[in-house]
T-cell receptor
């Protein structure tokens, strides 16, 4: 079965500290992985993706993610958190069950709270 | 702003009724996706259209249907509504059907069934 797990419902971090939002995946074949952020009453915004190549992917707003094939993980990171980073973060994997489709399977989401 | 528009923003209706949600993809995007976001189920893929044709189906109920028109906008029709259909419905678009393409999401339509 293909799935994405975000083991933490909430992550709390102080402004200026590094942050990590965890994601693990289960998918057949090579994964296509994505991170999205959702602010209150807004749609999802694309942050970054891993398709192939370098295991460290850089994205928008200073975020980066590290792909680890042996641990089947794709953790989102930022060296220095901002209060404005507080939002709901979703990890997603391309659904490969339907060869014709290109839908995403999303994790449950992790609420990031950055305190000043 | 992602470039994907959805109308209406909010919809309040009664059980048993039928509603239509509308989505306009980003200019040039041929693929349209519909997702449902609810507290208990999270974000669930419903259906995908590509250039007017159904491409993939997810967890879409038989009471729900969708279509994509020649101008590439899409509509999601929800009928015989139940309380459990209350959710945020997102439309997303992507340029085509490459697995590497990211999807761009609209602001969503919040459906409340009373």
């Amino acid at each position: 079965a293909q799935s994405v797990a975000q083991p933490e419902d909430q992550v709390n971090v102080a402004e200026g500290n590094p942050l990590t939002v965890k994601c693990t995946y289960s998918v057949s074949g090579n994964p296509y992985l994505f991170w999205y952020v959702q602010y209150p009453n807004r749609g999802l915004q694309f942050l970054l993706k891993y398709i192939t190549g370098d295991n460290l992917v850089k994205g928008s707003y200073g975020f980066e993610a590290e792909f680890n094939k042996s641990q089947t993980s794709f953790h989102l990171k930022k060296p220095s958190a901002l209060v404005s980073d507080s939002a709901l973060y979703f990890c997603a994997v391309r659904d490969r069950r339907n060869q014709a489709g290109t839908a995403l399977i999303f994790g449950k989401g992790t609420t990031l709270s950055v305190s000043s | 702003d992602s470039g994907v528009t959805q109308t209406p923003k909010h919809l309040i209706t009664a059980t048993g009724q039928r509603v239509t949600l509308r989505c306009s993809p980003r200019s040039g995007d041929l693929s349209v996706y519909w997702y449902q976001q609810s507290l208990d189920q999270g974000l669930q893929f419903l259906i995908q259209y590509y250039n007017g044709e159904e491409r993939a189906k997810g967890n879409i109920l038989e009471r729900f249907s969708a279509q994509q028109f020649p101008d590439l906008h899409s509509e999601l029709n929800l009928s015989s509504l139940e309380l459990g259909d209350s959710a945020l419905y997102f439309c997303a678009s992507s340029p085509g059907v490459l697995r590497s393409d990211e999807q761009f999401f609209g602001p969503g339509t919040r459906l409340t069934v009373l």
